[in-house]
């Protein structure tokens, strides 16, 4: 019988935990904050943005939201983000990718102050990762671990394939997947659009994580029986439905399913994780910023 890995469950029970924190937290005088900053007129990031508003409240964290106009200039995001960098109450910031096509995102994501990017994408924190050291880890890839961990999966050994070379998932991911950890200690192999044989790759693979970006791109013939499948990806295609659209991974889940050991639906699978450790990140964030001991592995 096929698992079916449930994101929405582990991701409540790391709320949970969260919250428990939270509390430690207030019990010190701190109020864990998290601002979100959109610039851009995208309905799914928007949607994205206020979900993640929501989580911080069920938990206990504030948030912070400011809106930008797609058209403005980059130097008024600039100008955000180096208020919120200087603000107290702000302990965590995120900066909603994809920005308008005028403002360049690296120089974005340096201005963050390392401290608050509870994304983990500053390059001093991406080589933090990269060394062994991280002090956050990006939520997508974190959530996949914590998944893994939840449903048992042995990485120690496995041989993993990361479909996707992101600096968002791909790469941290492959990273996490080869560290020396008991959530790592895999052979990973990373794939990407100018794979010469996909299917070679993927026909001996323990654990498949799918983040292509790329609706359906991995099919149940492609897989390995009895293979985890990890499935980041959220379209959303066009479909008769009452939004418009319907929701597909980046794995067509009715092949994939059968052949698989393990699977993780879209939606309630790695997208809950991916909100339920940026809730995590906040709270390890205000933790070190108020030298109060935060409990979470
Ligand atoms: N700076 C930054 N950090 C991000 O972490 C970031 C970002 N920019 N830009 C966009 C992507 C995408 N992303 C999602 C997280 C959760 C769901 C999620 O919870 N999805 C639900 C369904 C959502 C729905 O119904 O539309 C699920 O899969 O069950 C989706 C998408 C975070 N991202």
Redesign the pocket.
Known sequence: MTEIID??AVAADVRDAVAGEVTRLGDAGVAPGLATVLMSDDP??E??VS?KQRDCEEVGIESFHVEIDADAPASELYETIDDLNDRDDVHGI?????LPDHVDKRTVLRRIAPEKDV?G?HPENVGRLVAGDARFKP??PHGVQKLLDAYDVETEGADAVVVGRSD?VGKPMANLLIQKSPTGNATTTVCHSRTEDLEAKLAGADIVVAAAGIPEFVDGSMLKAGATVIDVG?N?VDADTEKGYE?VGDVDYESAKDVAGAITP???????M??AM?LYNTVKAAGRQHDVEIELD
């Open positions: 994101g929405e799914a990031s949607t994205y979900m995120l900066v909603q990718l994809p994304d994408f939520c997508t968002i959220i959303r929701l879209v939606p309630g699978g790695v997208g809950p991916t909100r940026l």
